[in-house]
C-alpha cells in the first residue's frame, strides 16, 4: 500500500483506538465490532507499513490486565 491510497476501515479504526492509548488484541477487537483474527492481523500489517506499531507487554488501558498491548505514536505537527 503506497502512502497515496486508503487504509481500509478496519485499519483506520484499530488506528484510531491504539492512538489514544496502548489496547490488548480482546479489547481493540471488541471496541472495533470484533472484526475476525485475519481481518485484524491484515489491519496491524497496514498499519505498520504506513507508521510505528508498537508491541510490548503492559497493562492494557481499557482492561488494566498486563499482557501484550498495541500502541501507535501521534503524528507530529
Known amino acids: 500500500m503506497s502512502k497515496g491510497q486508503l487504509m481500509p476501515a478496519t485499519a483506520a ?3 484510531a483506538l491504539i492512538l ?3 489496547l490488548c488484541i480482546s479489547c481493540i477487537a ?3 465490532g470484533e472484526p475476525s ?5 491484515a489491519s496491524m500489517e497496514r498499519i505498520r ?3 510505528e506499531l ?3 507487554q503492559e497493562r492494557c488501558r ?3 490486565t498486563l499482557t501484550t498491548v498495541y ?3 501521534r503524528p507530529r505537527k
Open 30 to 32: 471488541a471496541k472495533a
Open 49 to 51: 507499513h504506513v507508521m
Open 13 to 15: 479504526i484499530v488506528t
Open 71 to 73: 500502541s501507535v505514536d
Open 37 to 41: 483474527a485475519a481481518a485484524l492481523e
Open 20 to 22: 489514544e492509548r496502548p
Open 54 to 56: 508498537y508491541r510490548r
Open 62 to 64: 481499557a482492561y488494566g
